[in-house]
Every structure is written in C-alpha cells, then in structure tokens.
C-alpha cells in the first residue's frame, strides 16, 4: 500500500474556521493559523483504508503544533491531520465533531490576560490532553472484575459522566403493541 497526503480543501478550512469562531474563542482570539492534510493508504486496486495511527492505535484524526522552524518557513502554528478512509464515512456532523475535538487539543497560552508569542510574534500554543482516556484489556477485566484498574477507570466514567454519555445502559421501554 502506498501512503499519500492531500491538503484539504477551502470547504473544509472554511469549517475548521468557522468552528473555532463559534466554540474557541481563545483559540480565535489568538490569530493562531492551521492547516489541514489528509491521508490515505492506497492500495494496488484503488482502494482507500485506514491510514492514520496514535500511539499505535488508528486515529481519525490527529493535532500537531508546529515548531519553530517550521513556522519560521512559512507554515500555520498547528497541523490537523485527517484520516481520508474514515471521514468519507463520516456523516456531516460527525466531521463537525471529529475537527471540533481536535481543536480542543489546541490552547493559545495566556499570561495576565495577553497571549505569550514566540520569537516570530506567532501565538504560543500546548498540546491539551483529553478529559479522560479509556484502555484496558478485556482479560483482565474478566478475572479481576472490580479489582481492575481498566474496570474502574469504566466505572469511575459512568459515575461522573452520567447517562450523558452512557445513554445505552437505561433500561427501554418495550413499544406498546409489539
């Protein structure tokens, strides 16, 4: 399979640019700029599969803050990369999503009120880390049970997430007449 990237095109910056008006503000604030590349792992009949990976997992998408040199070259302050396989699946919204979670990654740095900038007055940004991070192997949770570590980290999700994001485990109501 050989691997290749693509700029995205204006449609989709204009989107990337659109959400951080309306949900990063600080990130807005800031004048940070970006760019976006999809890639794809082609093989020899065409066809398009997952391409792009995280710490040896696959991604849909992932967040790069350029360096300075590479900003000192011309380039954005951080880079999207966007698995190509996975956003042809990807319904409208779910993009909308999938870039809005990679931009919470992004955080302009402040100090009393002003953004720090580095030596070519581009804003300084971090990395941010996600809110929680779930692993684990299902082995273990099955001989442990509540003595593992990967059970609990579950658990303590539910617990402070709620049916926000456990929806599926309340219990439906059969429809009446079926």
Known sequence: MTKTYQQADQTILDSITEIIREHHTLLDA???????LFVSDIDKDGEIHQALACHGYPAAATVKIHSLPLRALG??????????ATWASLSTAERTALLDHELCHVEAIENDGDFEHDDLGRPKLR????????????????????RALEVQAVKRC?????????DFDVPR??????
């Open 30 to 36: 800031s004048d940070a700029t970006f760019e976006v």
């Open 173 to 178: 109501l059969a429809a009446v007449g079926s």
């Open 75 to 84: 380039l954005g302050d951080f880079l999207i990369t966007v698995d190509a």
């Open 158 to 166: 539910k617990t402070e997430g709620g049916q926000f994001f456990w």
């Open 127 to 146: 990395l941010r880390k996600h809110d929680w991070q779930l692993g684990g192997f299902v082995g273990i949770a099955k001989r442990h049970h509540n």
